[in-house]
C-alpha cells in the first residue's frame, strides 16, 4: 500500500530514520499501512508519484503495527553516521 507522510516520525525498526511530510513511502505490511494511517501520521496515497521509500521485504514482516514509530521527535543525533552492529 502506498501511503504519504502528514506527520513526521520515525522508523520502527532503527528508530533514526525520520520520514518527513509529503514523502510517500510503500508499505509491504498492509497492518502496519493501516496503522499509520490510523494514527493520522500517513494518508493513504493513489497517485502516481513513485515510493521514495520500501518499508518492509514482504507481507508478513513487522506484524508489530502498535509499535515504536513516534512523532515528532525532530532530527536524529546520528543522522549520516553507519548503523551500530548488533551484538548476538
Request: charge should be negative; glycine fraction near 10%.
Amino acid at each position: 500500500m502506498k501511503v504519504i507522510v502528514k506527520e513526521t516520525f520515525r522508523d520502527k525498526e532503527d528508530h533514526v530514520t525520520e520520514y518527513s511530510p509529503g514523502t510517500v513511502l510503500e508499505v509491504k505490511d498492509e497492518v502496519r499501512a493501516k496503522s499509520l494511517v490510523e494514527r493520522g501520521l500517513c494518508a493513504e496515497y493513489k497517485g502516481r508519484k513513485a515510493a521514495a521509500v520500501v518499508l518492509g521485504n514482504d507481507a508478513t514482516e513487522g506484524n508489530d503495527a502498535t509499535e515504536t514509530e513516534t512523532a515528532g521527535k525532530g532530527k536524529a543525533a546520528t543522522e549520516g553516521r553507519p548503523a551500530e552492529k548488533k551484538e548476538e
